[in-house]
């Protein structure tokens, strides 16, 4: 079953152009990491899938229009973003008190074993908590909800390694399985390439890449070639070339596995560097005349 089904999906902004005509299908219980750079449409596409602003073309989520059945619709799907949206006079126990008041798929219990982890008071209002621990507490109360899907917008931007790192654990722990759907866009590829089971790679408005996480790791390979066979390398086509301390590294799509080891090292590239190496080629003659965000 579709979680997420979009065909022609389009939003501008006046001149600018912010998705241009998307087609996407994302199943029940999957995890998708929406990457791009600044200005791609990331944000936007989000937005227009919480049904925060309108848009052309067929968007369902869920089984509903978002724009049109978002009351219902928010009773299944939960949001981080990178912004805390948690009132700065509020107090933790205020906190738990209200989710409890207005969400009725809220588990007080459940939230509660999740802040019992940290070093949160109760009794400390928001403004008092480092970064780190507002976004602990919005992940605690975000995944004490049983929602079928969670959308999650640069969740771990301005925090440090100890944090993003827990935060990521936690969304696998104890809060992901197969009924439950994760969509986070993030700039931090390699901390989450290890938790999608689905990327899609999006530049001005449109999605250049969508593949598998199982797919990626059987498609593509990245080869330091022996300064020898640097010819013979680059005969078989390699769709991307870097240089790294006088080392020169190709990136293949279907290539020869066994000829490329008699070529140099071969391995399975990060998720960063496919990344560059797509994005990159797009956008060599690419002057940008407009901010889509």
């Known amino acids: 079953m579709a979680c997420i089904e979009a065909r022609g999906l389009r939003k501008t902004y006046g001149a600018t152009t912010a998705l241009d005509g998307i087609d996407l299908r994302v199943e029940e219980g999957r995890i998708l990491g929406v990457i791009g750079p600044n200005g791609a449409g990331k944000t936007t596409a989000l937005n227009a899938i919480l049904g925060l602003t309108s848009f052309e073309g067929q968007l369902k989520v869920l089984g509903r229009d978002p724009w049109?059945?978002?009351d219902l619709l928010m009773r299944d799907v939960c949001f981080i973003s990178d912004v805390a949206v948690l009132p700065r006079w509020m107090r933790v126990s205020q906190a738990?008190?209200?989710?409890?008041?207005?969400?009725?798929?809220?588990?007080?219990?459940?939230?509660?074993g999740f802040l019992a982890?940290?070093?949160?008071?109760?009794?400390?209002?928001v403004r008092e908590l480092s970064k780190g621990m507002v976004t602990q507490l919005h992940l605690a109360l975000i995944m004490a909800i049983d929602a079928r899907l969670l959308v999650l917008d640069e969740p771990t931007l301005g925090l440090d390694i100890l944090?993003?790192?827990?935060f990521?654990?936690?969304?696998?722990?104890?809060?992901?399985?197969?009924?439950?759907?994760i969509v986070v866009t993030t700039h931090q590829v390699e901390e989450i390439q290890h938790v999608l089971t689905d990327v899609v790679f999006v530049n001005r408005g449109r999605i250049v890449l969508e593949l598998a996480m199982d797919e990626f790791e059987a498609r593509y390979l990245e080869l330091m070639v022996k300064?020898?066979?640097?010819?013979?390398?680059?005969?078989?086509?390699?769709?991307?070339?870097?240089?790294?301390?006088?080392?020169?590294?190709l990136l293949f799509d279907h290539a020869d596995r066994q000829r490329l080891a008699e070529l140099g090292e071969a391995r399975t590239p990060s998720l960063a560097d496919l990344f560059v190496a797509v994005i990159g080629n797009k956008n060599e003659a690419f002057q940008p005349r407009g901010n889509a965000c």
């Open 68 to 70: 049109t059945e978002r």
């Open 96 to 112: 738990l008190d209200y989710v409890a008041g207005v969400h009725p798929r809220f588990d007080r219990a459940k939230a509660e």
């Open 117 to 125: 982890k940290t070093a949160i008071p109760r009794t400390s209002k």
């Open 163 to 166: 944090y993003r790192k827990h």
């Open 168 to 181: 990521y654990d936690s969304l696998l722990n104890d809060y992901f399985d197969s009924t439950r759907t």
């Open 227 to 249: 300064p020898e066979h640097i010819d013979a390398a680059r005969e078989l086509g390699p769709i991307h070339e870097r240089q790294i301390f006088g080392r020169t590294i």
